[in-house]
T-cell receptor, first 113, second 114 residues
Framework: DAKTTQPNSMESNEEEPVHLPCNHS???????IHWYRQLPSQGPEYVIH???SNVNNRMASLAIAEDRKSSTLILHRATLRDAAVYYC??????????????FGKGTLLTVNP | NAGVTQTPKFRILKIGQSMTLQCAQD?????MYWYRQDPGMGLKLIYY???????DKGEVPNGYNVSRSTTEDFPLRLELAAPSQTSVYFC?????????????FGPGTRLTVL
């Protein structure tokens, strides 16, 4: 499985934008880029995913580099509730993967009031 | 919808004891998963199921067993608990195919083996 590299931790101030980077230099053409987050003492929750084009939803935006070797999760205005561990995951959409996710250690985001 | 539910929330076991972690979902999802999360680490896949009657091993299946007799339920069995199984266990589900590419996670079961 192609791997991802994320910073161990990042810090932000409330109501400021946050850009969480992810490197995935060995990504294959069939890999989707997924982001999940895990709030303290909770199970992970889906944030966003994409393949080639930038994606937006109500939670965040995903900016994908043209060569797909890196991506950035953008939280437009961080709130205290956004403090969590953010996981960047590559998921193979080709047949036989059974939609399994491989979690790394992720990035711990701290949001300061 | 209740989503994905897990019971119990917490459990302490003695070495060698057995227990079943329960997981249920009410979203009619075909795919279900069991993960474990050790302190400061990401989640590791234990077992998964693509439908009733079909299960397969994940990354760390040793010491665990699963069954899937219904679409809704996916219990995880620990036969001889060991301290190395102290962890937080998460169950997840997703629908097969379709446009929604998302796993839904339960709140977790925190297990301590002493």
């Amino acid at each position: 499985d192609a791997k991802t590299t994320q910073p161990n931790s990042m810090e932000s101030n409330e109501e400021e934008p946050v850009h969480l980077p992810c490197n995935h230099s060995t990504i294959s053409g069939t890999d989707y880029i997924h982001w999940y987050r895990q709030l303290p003492s909770q199970g992970p929750e889906y944030v966003i995913h994409g393949l080639t084009s930038n994606v937006n939803n109500r939670m965040a935006s995903l900016a994908i580099a043209e060569d797909r070797k890196s991506s950035t999760l953008i939280l437009h205005r961080a709130t205290l509730r956004d403090a969590a561990v953010y996981y960047c995951i590559l998921r193979d959409r080709s047949g036989g993967s059974n939609y399994k996710l491989t979690f790394g250690k992720g990035t711990l985001l701290t949001v300061n009031p | 919808n209740a989503g994905v539910t897990q019971t119990p929330k917490f459990r302490i076991l003695k070495i060698g004891q057995s227990m079943t972690l329960q997981c249920a979902q009410d979203m009619n999802h075909n795919y279900m998963y069991w993960y474990r999360q050790d302190p400061g680490m990401g989640l590791k896949l234990i077992y998964y199921s693509v439908g009733a009657g079909i299960t397969d091993k994940g990354e760390v299946p040793n010491g665990y067993n699963v069954s899937r007799s219904t679409t809704e339920d996916f219990p995880l069995r620990l036969e001889l608990a060991a301290p190395s199984q102290t962890s937080v266990y998460f169950c997840a589900s997703r629908e097969a195919g379709g446009q929604v590419d998302e796993q839904f996670f339960g709140p977790g079961t925190r297990l301590t083996v002493l």
